[in-house]
Every structure is written in C-alpha cells, then in structure tokens.
C-alpha cells in the first residue's frame, strides 16, 4: 500500500519559515513528478511547485522567489521550503506524486494534508 505523509506543517507569523516534508512509503517505482498543492479556505486546490524527475522544478508566480521545492529520489522524499510567508499562504498542503509502474499502470497519490496557518 502506497502512503504518502506530510510533516512540518503549523502556525507562523507573517515573514516567517516553514519546511514540509513528505515521505512516500510503500511498494512504489518510476515516480515522475512529485508536487506541492494547496487548498485555501474557499478556494481549490491549486498547484504550488513541481519537481518532474530529470526536469526544471516549476514554483507558481504565487509563491516564485519565497518557496522552494526539492526532492530526494534515493529516499522517496520530497520538501518545501517556505520562506517570507504570508496571510494568503494560508491553507492545507499536499503532497502529490505520479508516475507508472509495471505494478500499477498509472498513479496519482496524494496525502492526506498539513496545515499552514500564518497569522500575527
């Protein structure tokens, strides 16, 4: 069974940092894309940064420049480091990933969410 967890997540004052991190475990292989979403209060989910294996790691206009993804293949693991946060950043965080495998075809896991709350 494939699982992925988010870890990091909380409350923080404007400016400040935050790290998520996000481990996958299970019987999993030729993951392709790992990726950071969002889900703000009232809004959808939305696409945070990407980080396609062998690619350019993507980060939205939203978050360019203060956020930062990166992924350890070799312990299935990928961050966000999250600098200058601010009130709007507010919102659950996923962690994503998708691939193929001869096991499963194609795969879309996500995790079950990590709070960020920024707020004075």
């Known amino acids: 069974q494939v699982q992925l967890v988010e870890s990091g997540g909380g409350l923080v004052q404007p400016g400040g940092s935050l790290r998520l991190s996000c481990v996958v475990s299970g019987n999993i292989t030729n993951i392709k894309h790992m990726g950071w979403y969002r889900r703000a209060p009232g809004k959808q989910r939305e696409l945070v940064a990407a980080a396609p294996i062998g690619g350019t790691t993507v980060h939205t206009d939203p978050v360019k420049g203060r956020f930062t993804i990166s992924r350890d293949n070799a312990k299935n693991m990928v961050y966000l480091q999250m600098n200058s946060l601010k009130p709007e950043d507010t919102a659950v965080y996923y962690c994503?990933?998708?691939?193929?495998?001869?096991?499963?075809?194609?795969?879309?896991?996500w995790g079950q969410g990590t709070q960020v709350t920024v707020s004075s």
């Open positions: 994503n990933i998708k691939g193929i495998s001869p096991r499963l075809g194609a795969y879309d896991f």
